[in-house]
């Protein structure tokens, strides 16, 4: 993951790495010049003709002796044409010669090589539908005649072979060949300047980094900086964008921290995702395991098979909780619900005692009508403290602790004997394998889907928040 970056650098060391970074980055731009040449060389040739001639020795480009020859031809014949005419004998040598030639520039395709045999076929095309030659049909020996070029102006026709065709004939080049059938690339002529400065530059820095870290060496000082080894492969020279990028970052010439921030969300976010899937599909799957198994059973049922606990300050905390929540259940909560208590035990007496035939009489007598009322209240209200008072008795003697705890280890063994009925262990085995099924299938793949994009979203806030809050401390 990218780290964010602060520089702390002193001012001049700061612009010397803004110098080498900026030499670095015009390195870059030579490299994917070179490797976009060759694709755009055709509109270089068009807008900057002067740069084809300076570059084209670079890729070991010339022009094609074939077409080369053949525009030639038709410059002298145009400057014959200007001088003797039509009708002179160097003439027709000439248009015979732009015959002969273009029937063999046809049937050889010198376009082929420099990947431009549609230059060829639309200067077919062009040339037929310029004299009306069917498509069948070559109609240079028609355009390249006496008779065609004195029924037209012939001037009209070299402008139109000019504008039209000359372009695309000096488009073909032919390029010159290494052994192995590699072509010829010069590149390393404008590459090797740069090399250099670099070359020292990371040597410089490695030496400094293994000397400032005592416990690095001057090789593994190297391996730190493995991303500069870029800068010197003589091929795959477009991965140089790495350790540009990285140099105009750290030479604050370049803001990546929002590219940065993206990807440090898009790989928590990815990472958790698939981590909390992977570890909470295989906690269940175990656990689904120790159920078939019957090894929750043995723990829970065989208190020595279980492997001992390790205690933290001496204190068994799953004690402690129940002990303190049930100190507060009595000594705090009860006294507070006590009158909700004792008007349920009220209803409940009302209910039962409203059913006897003895007490409806009661409740008729003269003079003792409200008696029945004032005895299920006294009732209630004792009954109430009667159980509130033997609950606090019971926590506070120790018989009663005693009976207590004897009451819950019986209760224990008498469930214990009952779940380990084949039947019964079966089932709860069955329900809790579903169960857990259930919980893997409906709640891990949510948890890992829903909350993980806002848990890093807070997680960045909080980040961002910290780093607001720094300066002022």
């Known amino acids: 993951m990218l780290s964010r970056h602060k520089s702390s650098e002193k001012p001049l060391a700061l612009w010397y790495n803004r110098i080498i970074a900026l030499i670095a980055l015009l390195n870059l731009g030579l490299v994917l010049f070179n490797m976009s040449y060759i694709p755009l060389r055709d509109v270089y040739l068009q807008f900057i003709p002067g740069l084809t001639r300076l570059y084209d020795p670079i890729k070991g480009i010339r022009p094609h002796p074939s077409t080369e020859f053949y525009l030639n031809r038709v410059n002298s014949l145009e400057a014959r044409l200007r001088v003797a005419g039509l009708e002179s004998p160097e003439t027709g040598e000439l248009l015979g010669d732009l015959r002969r030639i273009s029937q063999q520039i046809v049937a050889n395709n010198p376009f082929e090589g420099a990947g431009k045999s549609g230059y060829l076929t639309q200067i077919n095309q062009t040339i037929n539908q310029r004299v009306g030659a069917s498509p069948g049909e070559s109609g240079y020996a028609q355009f390249w005649s006496e008779e065609y070029l004195s029924q037209v102006d012939w001037q009209t026709e070299l402008e139109f072979f000019n504008a039209e065709l000359r372009p695309l004939?000096?488009?073909?080049?032919?390029?010159?060949?290494?052994?192995?059938?590699?072509?010829?690339?010069?590149?390393?002529?404008?590459?090797?300047?740069?090399?250099?400065?670099?070359?020292?530059?990371f040597l410089g820095r490695t030496y400094l980094l293994s000397r400032r870290r005592p416990d690095l060496n001057w090789l593994e000082a190297i391996l730190r900086r493995w991303h500069d080894l870029f800068f010197f492969l003589p091929f795959w020279r477009w991965l140089r964008i790495l350790p540009v990028t990285l140099r105009l970052y750290r030479a604050e010439l370049l803001d990546l921290r929002p590219v940065i921030n993206q990807i440090n969300h898009d790989f928590a976010v990815g990472f958790a995702q698939e981590l909390i899937e992977i570890i909470g599909v295989q906690v269940i799957e175990?656990?689904?395991?120790?159920?078939?198994?019957?090894?929750?059973?043995?723990?829970?049922?065989?208190?020595?098979?279980?492997?001992?606990?390790?205690?933290?300050?001496?204190?068994?905390?799953?004690?402690?909780?129940?002990?303190?929540?049930?100190?507060?259940?009595?000594?705090?909560?009860?006294?507070?619900?006590?009158?909700d208590v004792e008007a349920l035990l009220h209803h409940s007496l009302n209910q039962t005692l409203n059913q006897l035939p003895a007490y409806q009489q009661l409740?008729?007598?003269?003079?003792?009508?409200?008696?029945?009322?004032?005895?299920?209240?006294?009732?209630?209200?004792?009954?109430?403290?009667?159980?509130?008072?033997?609950?606090?008795?019971?926590?506070?003697?120790?018989?009663?602790?005693?009976?207590?705890?004897?009451?819950?280890?019986?209760?224990?063994?008498?469930?214990?004997?009952?779940?380990?009925?084949?039947?019964?262990?079966?089932?709860?085995?069955?329900?809790?394998?579903?169960?857990?099924?259930?919980?893997?299938?409906?709640?891990?793949?949510?948890?890992?889907?829903?909350?993980?994009?806002?848990?890093?979203?807070?997680?960045?806030?909080?980040?961002?928040?910290?780093?607001?809050?720094?300066p002022r401390g």
């Open 169 to 201: 004939i000096s488009a073909n080049y032919y390029r010159e060949l290494r052994p192995y059938g590699r072509f010829v690339d010069r590149f390393w002529i404008i590459d090797l300047p740069f090399m250099l400065i670099l070359g020292v530059d």
């Open 286 to 339: 175990q656990m689904q395991a120790s159920v078939k198994r019957g090894e929750v059973t043995r723990w829970l049922l065989e208190p020595s098979s279980r492997r001992p606990y390790v205690q933290v300050n001496n204190t068994n905390e799953i004690q402690a909780i129940a002990n303190r929540l049930l100190n507060v259940s009595v000594y705090d909560v009860l006294p507070q619900i006590q009158p």
């Open 363 to 470: 409740q008729h007598l003269p003079g003792v009508s409200r008696l029945p009322q004032q005895l299920t209240e006294r009732l209630a209200k004792d009954l109430s403290q009667a159980v509130y008072g033997n609950l606090v008795s019971t926590l506070e003697d120790p018989v009663g602790a005693e009976l207590s705890a004897r009451l819950g280890k019986n209760f224990r063994s008498a469930l214990g004997d009952e779940l380990q009925k084949t039947h019964n262990l079966q089932q709860i085995q069955d329900w809790l394998v579903d169960l857990l099924e259930e919980i893997k299938l409906n709640y891990v793949k949510q948890v890992a889907e829903g909350d993980i994009e806002a848990a890093v979203e807070r997680t960045e806030q909080l980040r961002r928040k910290s780093q607001e809050e720094l």
